[in-house]
């Protein structure tokens, strides 16, 4: 990028929930800023996602600042509601994203931060919001033989729809939120369902007695995670039981704990668990090789099957653009901090945490810290230099 | 809280069998439990992970059940076989091969005993339970046929050890100049020994290519091989259940001509309880059949069995039997030990 570069207080990366949340408490906060994202919408993620795809979470505790879920949206607001309601927050709080604008790197350069786009020249700021999201590189796990599998083999990205699985055999690898909900979809066009359950995992109803699970956690986690694992056990026990005979292992630590130590959420069930139950769809162990159509899992069995979709997870990706980020993320290449200055002065990230309380939740609250710290620590700078240097942001109130 | 949360556990802890309702995870894989030669016409007890089983010839075939009778929990095993059902000793309830119940005294009663899929191969049979299967296709035996092998006898051992450092024994080379009597490796030339160690998602394989210790003339002989000679030991551990597959043959060390015959052995563990494990040895050769065939064959059998043993001897005395790695330290031939003890976990075990 050999233009100068734009200067500006601060650049926030990716025009899903969290940035349009960070960018509108900035904007409340009357920090000028830019708001980029490499797509031509906002809530990019969410357009792409699978059609079935509902909130797992209940739109009372999901709401992003200033603005909440539209009164007529069930509890639960399907993917097009969602990307309808981001549209509309955008709009609602006056957001300007510069869309179409892919981030190639971002490095240090002095006190200063340089964003370098692909085809937009590149940004000079004092900070950097990072918030493209967690899902934003589709993990694909591999197995012996897998190259000679004879049908097609589906990231949970690219998924739509179960219609052209209809009668078919199809195999759902990742026991996750889109694995569990793939499968039921799957399932209700017709499909001959089964699901690779790769390690243990936690279930835990999304409603019970009437209400949303969701409640229960958020007066839990004020507790520390072990005590709220100890107490959430016999609603757990009542509502979705031991599910080892059909082949669903518990981890040995609470889902509390266990999402604190290794990141790995709970399966918030919409009625998989009920279908596997049934024996309407069927859970294998890891795959263990491939051949042609045919299965083998580690225990041993054999199935064959026409279809796979992998629902195995995305990767956040930010190594591959963002310069120092081993000394700031962990080894599951996620920022250590969240909400609240990285490490690396100016730089933030925002909507990379998924805790039982709600991702979408966490994004309000990380949102508006942000925007806090950012600007006070902004601001002074930004009162010494000329006015005229603060292009791109749209400054209100 | 891991431990509260498996009841078969626990109940096992508290000594009862009654109590524990749950069944084992491992209980789903295909175990050999006994000798087919030890099952005549009367029904037998065999122990499964702390479970009592009670294994059955009928006109009809095999049958395997849970041996508490779901009546009042009389020892089916102490019963006997009329046609195609055992008959319990306390009551004279009788059970099907699938384990549906009759009552005598009760003809509209509907009980069952824990039904357990049973099979007969390789001189030993084998059973597995089926309840947790939920429609999916049943896991097949482990594969033991291999082209230009052939079967010359099956070992059964009781051995006061627990699965993991039994496993241990047979998943490293290292102890075999100091414990085998014939095949293994010189302690002199043990550093100098090849060991490479391949991963796979449900398969842990070792080759070690090295110096075959002194072995006596005869036993050399019979097995067709020089002094000196290379012997490679090359074997894959799997968990579903944990059994390890060994190819044993020796080459020149120059010309790499293999020489002699080849063993193929099989290597099954079957927990008897926590303590102690049932390990089967299938053992396969690749000598045509010959002059003195039951012969040879019986001395070979004879070699293996003397092996094993000398393994026993040893694991039978660990300071420390307990299945926990930390606090050992592991050299260069114990590369595999942790591989294999992720997989007992997650495949064989469940967790």
Known sequence: MSSTPLVVDAVVIGAGPAGLAVSACLKRAGQPHVLIDKEAAVGAAWRRHYERLHLHTAKKWSALPGLPFPRDYPTYPSRAQVVSYLERYAEAMQLEPRLGVEVTRVRREGSRWRVETKHSGSYDAAAVVVASGYNAVPERPSWPGLATFSGPIVHSCDYKNGQAHAGKRVLVVGSGNSGAEIAVDLWESGAQVAMVFRGPVHVVPRDAFGMPAQRMTLLLSRLPSKVADRLSEPLRELTVGDL????IRRPPVGPLELLETTGRVPLIDIGTIALIKQGAIKVYPNIAEVAGSQLRFVDGRLASFDALVLATGYRAGLARWLEGADAILDARGLPREHG?????????????????????????????????????????????????????????? | MAESRDPGREA?????????????????????????????????????????????????????????CPHRRARLSDGAVAGA???????????????????????????????????????????????????????????LDRP???????????????????????????????????????????????????????????????????????????????????????????????????????????????????????????????????????????????HFDVAMRAFVRSLVALEVRLDRRRV????????????????????????????????????
């Open chain 2, 12 to 68: 096992r802890s508290r000594g009862s069998a009654i109590l524990a309702k749950a069944l084992p995870y491992e209980h789903r894989h295909w175990h050999p439990v006994l000798l087919s030669r030890d099952l005549g016409e009367r029904p037998r007890a065999v122990m499964l992970h702390g479970r009592e089983l009670v294994l059955f010839r009928t006109a009809s075939g095999l049958g395997a059940l849970g041996n508490t």
């Open chain 2, 85 to 143: 059902t055992i008959v319990c000793p306390y009551h004279g309830y009788c059970f099907s091969r699938d384990g549906v119940g009759t009552s005598p005294g009760t003809p509209r009663m509907q009980l069952n005993a824990e039904p357990y899929a049973i099979e007969e191969a390789w001189g030993a049979l084998w059973v597995r339970s089926a309840a947790a299967d939920e429609g999916l296709p049943a896991p097949p035996l482990p594969a």
């Open chain 2, 148 to 290: 230009g092998y052939r079967h010359i006898g099956t070992l059964s051992h009781d051995i006061d050890c627990p699965l993991e450092p039994l496993v241990d024994n047979f998943s490293e080379v290292e102890h075999t100049p100091t414990t085998h009597a014939l095949f293994g490796y010189r302690q002199d030339s043990l550093a100098s020994i090849e060991v490479s160690v391949e991963l796979a998602p449900d398969a842990v394989r070792v080759i070690n290519v090295g110096p075959q210790k002194p072995i006596p003339r005869l036993v050399g002989r019979a097995f067709g091989l020089s002094p000196g000679d290379t012997f490679i030991d090359d074997w894959t551990v799997r968990f579903a259940p944990v059994h390890i597959i060994y190819d044993q043959w020796w080459r020149d060390p120059t010309t790499h001509e293999p020489h002699g015959d080849r063993l193929h052995l099989g290597v099954f563990f079957t927990p008897i309880d926590r303590d102690e494990t049932r390990m089967f040895t299938i053992v396969a050769t690749s000598r045509p059949v010959g």
């Open chain 2, 316 to 351: 039978e005395r660990l300071a420390d039997p307990s299945p926990d790695l930390r606090g050992t330290r592991l050299g260069r031939f114990d590369a595999p030990l942790r591989e294999l003890r992720k997989r007992i976990d997650q495949i064989y075990r469940g967790l």
């Open chain 1, 340 to 397: 609240r200055e990285s490490g690396l002065p100016g730089l933030y990230f925002c909507g990379f945490k998924n805790p039982t309380t709600g991702a979408l939740r966490e994004i309000a609250i990380e949102a508006e810290r942000i925007a806090a710290t950012l600007s006070a620590q902004v601001r002074p700078r930004h009162a010494q230099r000329p006015p005229q240097d603060s292009a791109g942001g749209h400054t209100h109130g």
């Open chain 1, 244 to 247: 080892t005979p059909f082949g």
